[in-house]
């Protein structure tokens, strides 16, 4: 036992004086390179001196990065998350001038725009050096996973259960038709490892067995994050109508990903079912919209708007990865290449005039840095550690996809390119398990998937919510008016009021204090309200307002459907060329929802019993023979409401676990797969403990 204790310690020494020469030979070669870098005094110097210099400077450098980068990375957690890779280079070439300084000759000195590329080529060097040399060593590569863990269970902590742990990984907004084609086209080696038998791979030259089943499930009619993890989070995602909706009761524009929302929309799941959640005994939640419950938070935007404390950890797992200063290095100059690579790619569409297109310029090309670089990399540290912690359960939010395709396409070469990397991912979470203290199975699963298609407004020249205000008689923007769809709305109105067509005349105004309809767009889901009105309007009071209005957005060609209130049948469904077909009729005379696929119906039922459903539900134009719809957000990969691939989203579980659903039946709905995944976890001997007990072992 004392052998192999002294051998660790002689090879961690090893590797550590190897570091050490690569950095003194990195340092000596970039001095000769860079001309406001030396390593000399002005008057000059031996070769021998310039060496000690060089290796002074690199080991002092090392010392510290190792005693100060924790302390500056915990000043870094108040900065903004967009920026926090930016400085990873200045603080670290304050570190390399400052070990320059140290130096008792005097001898090494730089001009601080060089010290910040000195020091970030030196700790990705290093890096490299490091993880090279540690490749084939079992032993050097546990102490690097274990040092990803955030050492949350120090003092007394329980022994570690030998029942399974489970951890749920959510890659968003990767659809189940998406997942095949890029296991199909080798995109994703580990998912197709999984889901394929091998007759070479086995152990002893046997058949390899698949590991993993893969079963689509279809999402509800808002088809988002918000609705999706709620769902699947907490068992409840009611009163859900929208990405983004409008709440007459409280006056506020509810949004998904809005700290304050998030937090009221958790609030509202635990009160409904009385359970804090999924995650409720010994879970994690890493990079989420909603906690799950869990006791464990780091990422999760339903605690950000607390204050700080140790039940809120909302920026904690930043600590955790980049206390590393080699991680930070690493994924900071990822940041800058992803930065680089979009305003390459969205170059190259626009000088090929790449149709459909939106604008990728201003923030978008950090936005998307920040979504595949360093969310990525933090949120699969932090799962690192809590399966070395030996963590219950795991819930972890992957966005980088979803950020990418809603931009370039949902099949686009760029989105692809992302799925490379989240395969990877997957490897590193799968390779952790042979170091984890109890075993793991890996549960991979989608919130929704993205519909392609240009936008309502390049389509036709003006937003929904111009088209709204034309249907209302309002002002609307030039641009707007002149199109034939705002020529349509304006004659309609006219029509409908029995008043002459004026070319240049004044607008129609409704008499009376009467507020302007609040349009909101999800994807090609819409949303309009009367503000004015303190209930959910009907469709005959829609009409005596606005005679024109629902008949202009039912017979618009990039309208598929209207979902409106009615007093005489309850809830009704609009279509073109005055279709009118009563909820619970649908199933025989589906109407215009007979394009969406099976579930449409069931889908605007319950949107319909929502508390609050918009006045008019408006989901766009979709195609069934190419898949398109039409966002009424500036998206060519969208999701939100019905049509296409947006709704079908996957489930790929190990065969250890049972069937997610039964011989002949389907996935439908969010709630549906949260039971499906707390029958998994009491499989596994998971967190079920009712939340009464476990507020009571809290307390004690």
């Known amino acids: 036992m004392r052998g192999g204790r002294w051998r660790r310690v002689a090879s961690q020494v090893g590797r550590s004086v190897a570091v050490w020469a690569v950095s003194t030979l990195t340092m000596l070669v970039l001095a000769g390179i860079l001309p406001d870098f030396r390593l000399q005094s002005p008057d000059g110097d031996s070769a021998t001196r310039i060496a000690v210099t060089a290796a002074f400077g690199a080991g002092a450098f090392g010392v510290l990065s190792a005693l100060f980068w924790p302390l500056l990375v915990r000043l870094m957690l108040l900065v903004p998350a967009l920026v926090l890779g930016l400085l990873v280079f200045f603080l670290n070439g304050a570190l390399l001038l400052l070990a320059l300084r140290l130096n008792p000759a005097e001898q090494g000195d730089a001009a601080p725009e060089t010290a910040v590329v000195v020091a970030a080529v030196m700790s990705a060097v290093a890096s490299a050096t490091g993880a090279t040399l540690a490749v084939r060593d079992d032993d050097a590569y546990r102490r690097r996973l274990y040092r990803l863990a955030d050492r949350r269970r120090r003092g007394g902590a329980p022994a570690c259960p030998a029942s399974p742990g489970t951890v749920f990984i959510q890659l968003d907004g990767v659809g189940h038709d998406i997942l095949l084609d890029a296991v199909r086209q080798g ?27 893969l079963t689509p499930w279809r999402t509800d009619w808002s088809s988002q994050t918000g609705a999706s993890q709620l769902g699947i989070l907490h068992g409840s995602n009611h009163d859900v109508p929208a990405f983004r909706w409008y709440e007459k009761d409280r006056g506020e524009v509810m949004v998904c990903n809005r700290p304050t929302s998030a937090a009221e929309l958790q609030r ?92 990728r310029g ?59 990397r989240l395969d990877r991912s997957l490897a590193l979470i799968e390779n952790v ?37 034309a249907g209302c008689g309002l002002p609307v923007p030039r641009r707007a008016r002149r199109t034939h769809s705002g020529a349509e709305a ?57 005679p024109a ?34 909820l619970d009729e649908l199933d025989d005379h589906p109407g215009p929802l007979a394009d969406f696929g099976p ?70 709905g969010a709630e549906h797969i949260h039971r499906v995944l707390r029958r998994w976890l009491r499989e596994t001997d998971g967190p079920q403990v009712p939340l009464a007990a476990r507020e009571d072992r809290r307390a004690a």
């Open 187 to 213: 995109l994703m080696p580990t998912v197709a490892r999984w889901l394929s038998a091998d007759d070479s791979a086995g152990p002893g030259g046997g058949r390899r067995r698949p590991t993993h089943r």
């Open 549 to 582: 209005l629902l008949t202009t957005l039912a017979n618009h060609p990039g309208i598929g459907f209207l979902l409106v209130r009615s007093e005489e049948h309850g809830g009704v469904v609009l279509g073109p060329f005055g279709t009118e077909i009563p």
């Open 268 to 359: 509202r799941a635990v009160e409904a079912t009385g359970d804090g959640g999924l995650l409720g005994a010994d879970g994690a939640s890493r990079g989420n919209l909603f906690s799950g419950g869990a006791d464990e938070q780091a990422l999760v935007l339903s605690i950000a708007t607390r204050r700080r404390s140790r039940e809120n950890r909302s920026r904690a797992g930043y600590f955790a990865y980049f206390s590393d200063p080699a991680n930070a290095v690493r994924t900071a100059m990822s940041f800058v290449a992803e930065v680089g690579r979009e305003i390459g790619q969205s170059t190259r569409a626009r000088t090929r005039k790449v149709r459909p297109r939106v604008g």
């Open 433 to 469: 398990t042979e170091h984890a203290p109890r075993p793991y199975r890996i549960v991979v699963l989608s919130d929704h998937g993205q519909s392609p298609g240009e936008t309502f407004r390049t389509r036709y020249g003006l937003t929904l919510g111009d088209l709204v205000r």
């Open 599 to 668: 579930g449409a119906a069931d889908a605007v039922r319950r949107t319909h019993s929502f508390p609050h459903t918009a006045d008019i539900m408006v989901n766009s134009w979709y195609d069934p023979a190419d898949g398109e719809v039409l966002a009424f957000e500036e998206q060519i990969g969208s999701h939100g409401g019905l049509g296409g691939a947006q709704a079908k989203a996957f489930l790929l579980s190990p065969l250890a676990l049972s069937a997610p659903a039964e011989d002949g039946t389907h996935l439908a």
């Open 362 to 420: 201003g923030l978008y090309p950090f936005i998307r840095a920040f979504a595949t670089v360093v969310e990525r990399d933090v949120v699969v540290a932090a799962v690192t550690g809590d399966m070395l912690a030996g963590r219950t359960a795991v819930y972890a939010d992957l966005v980088a996809y979803d950020e990418v395709a809603h931009h370039s396409g949902p099949t686009s070469r760029d989105a692809l390119k992302v799925l490379e």
């Open 490 to 546: 304006r004659a309609a109105v006219r029509t409908a009021l029995h008043r002459p067509v004026e070319e240049g005349g004044e607008q129609y105004r409704p008499s009376g204090p009467r507020s302007e309809p609040i349009v909101l767009a999800s994807g090609n889901l819409g949303l309009v309200s009367f503000p004015d009105v303190p209930h959910r309007m009907s469709k005959e009071e829609i009409d005596a307002r606005h």
